[in-house]
């Protein structure tokens, strides 16, 4: 879980993440050393608050989680066309899988949704959509 997020989004599950000072400084390459510490499975997911309001770290981290082959999904509140446009974004989406993008609506809150929380979310392949269209997950 990241710590810090602007969006503010009404219904959130983790409003406890939000202050941008809150939480606690964190070794990024001890955070990678806990993820690939964890036998059971081959893949991470990034949230918390939003991990692009923590970009140079977020790079970090997933640089060297593909270093080791991890299956990475992300969690933001920002819109995949806006973070395609800024190139620290863009590097930072290279190293990506899957994007849940778009920020909680919980008037389009539904129990039933896959891996997201509202409708107007949606569930990215970031390496097809970054060679052109954006490829969803439905």
């Known amino acids: 879980f990241f710590q810090g997020c602007k ?11 939000h202050d941008m000072m809150g939480g606690m400084e964190a070794d990024t390459d001890e955070i990678v050393a806990v993820c690939l510490q964890q036998k059971l499975q081959n ?13 140079e770290a977020l790079l970090d981290i997933v640089k060297k989680l593909k270093e080791h082959d991890i299956n ?40 039933s949704c896959l891996f997201k929380g509202s409708t107007n979310q949606r569930l990215i392949d970031v390496h097809k959509s970054i060679e052109g269209n954006i490829t969803l997950y439905e």
């Open 7 to 17: 969006w503010n989004c009404k219904g959130c599950h983790n409003p406890g993440t």
């Open 43 to 55: 893949g991470v997911t990034l949230s918390g608050a939003d991990p692009f309001f923590q970009p």
């Open 72 to 111: 990475i999904w992300c969690y933001t509140g920002f819109l995949f066309e806006n973070l395609i446009k800024n190139d620290l974004y863009k590097e930072i989406l290279q190293y990506i899988d899957v994007l849940v993008d778009g920020q909680f609506e919980l008037q389009h809150r539904k129990l």
